[in-house]
């Protein structure tokens, strides 16, 4: 047997019990910061060490008082981690990779210092939230418009609690206990058909017989092209291929608009289109016009496609 003081073993408890409160307070002075991942880990190391205190602690959330630290920390867990708001901004096409640009804010202001896991289509991979943003590369190819993807939002901080012993070891043991941390967001791909797969250029790009007036010269080898023209030669819909070309000139990679404002440097390309479909996109070079897609070359774009509406584009990534 082995005796500790009374008084010693009141001290020892106090300091347990103040330790609690320290990473609640650290909680939620981060909490109104939008250091969301800082709040969390505070509150959950703070849920660890409520399992080696035997007695009640007064806590506070938005005005709920609680004596059962361990109910009021996972359930504040749980609330902050239901409270964040993930919208995303941008998807689009870099190469063989999807790319998603994702918004996270809590209570309406930006998030900071958050991580998260996710299925990137070969395997689970993280993600880091800075200023209220994030990256994610998909490497599986969607085939439908759109989609939810599910972030793991990771609270417990393993990795910091180094030296700690104690916060490691009750973490093993206790890690399960509090409820999911799953949140959903909807990723949408403008550049595919609703709920349909990507067709096939050979079935999306047809030139009417009766309106050719000019011969098809020959095909051209197999030519690689930028990302963003292996999306906008996907699009049929006139409606679709304005909004995502819009999309390419704000992120930077492309000028588009009428020939005559866009310089003679770098390669330049026209899209064909009427109120009906895009007809097809030709890069322009050495006066020949060649589709993308099919290889297909003309020497007149305007006899060729009277009537029909042009739009050109200049690939401002170059160097010039």
């Known amino acids: 047997l082995s005796y500790i003081n009374n008084e010693d073993l009141k001290k020892s408890f106090d300091k347990r019990k103040n330790q609690i409160l320290d990473y609640v307070k ?34 506070k959330f938005n005005d709920v008082i609680s004596y059962e630290p361990l109910i009021a920390l996972s359930d504040r867990i749980n609330q902050v981690i239901q409270n964040i708001s993930i919208k995303s901004d941008t ?30 289509g070969i395997g689970m ?33 393993e990795s910091e609690m180094g030296e700690n012993s104690e916060l490691a070891h009750l973490h093993k043991i206790y890690f399960e206990r509090v409820n999911s941390n799953s949140i959903e967001t909807l990723l949408k791909f403008p550049w595919l058909k609703k709920n349909k797969p990507i067709e096939k250029p050979s079935e999306r790009i047809t030139i009417p017989q009766d309106s050719i007036k000019t011969p098809i010269l020959e095909k051209k080898p197999k030519v690689e092209y930028p990302s963003y023209m292996k999306v906008l030669s996907r699009l049929t ?34 899209a064909i289109f009427d109120e009906a479909k895009v007809w097809g996109i030709y890069k322009f070079e050495n006066d020949i016009y060649t589709e993308i897609t099919s290889g297909q ?24």
């Open 26 to 59: 650290l909680g939620i002075s981060a909490e109104k910061d939008g250091r969301i991942g800082d709040a969390l880990k505070n509150y959950y190391w703070g849920y660890l060490l409520s399992y080696t205190y035997p007695d009640t602690i007064h806590l």
């Open 91 to 120: 998807v689009y096409q870099d190469g063989d990779v999807v790319v998603a640009e994702l918004i996270f804010k809590y209570e309406n202001q930006p998030i900071n210092g958050l991580v998260f896991s996710y299925y990137s």
């Open 125 to 157: 991979d993280y993600g880091q939230v800075w200023e209220g943003k994030a990256v994610l590369p998909i490497y599986d190819e969607p085939t439908i418009s759109e989609r939810s993807l599910a972030l793991m939002i990771e609270y417990y901080s």
């Open 237 to 270: 819909d006139v409606e679709d291929f304005l909004r995502i070309i819009a999309q390419y000139e704000e992120l930077g990679q492309i000028q588009f608009g009428k020939k005559e404002n866009l310089t003679e440097l770098g390669d330049r390309y026209v």
């Open 297 to 320: 070359i003309i020497d007149n774009i305007s006899i060729e496609f009277k009537g029909k509406r042009q739009i050109w584009i200049k690939d401002i990534n170059q160097n010039e």
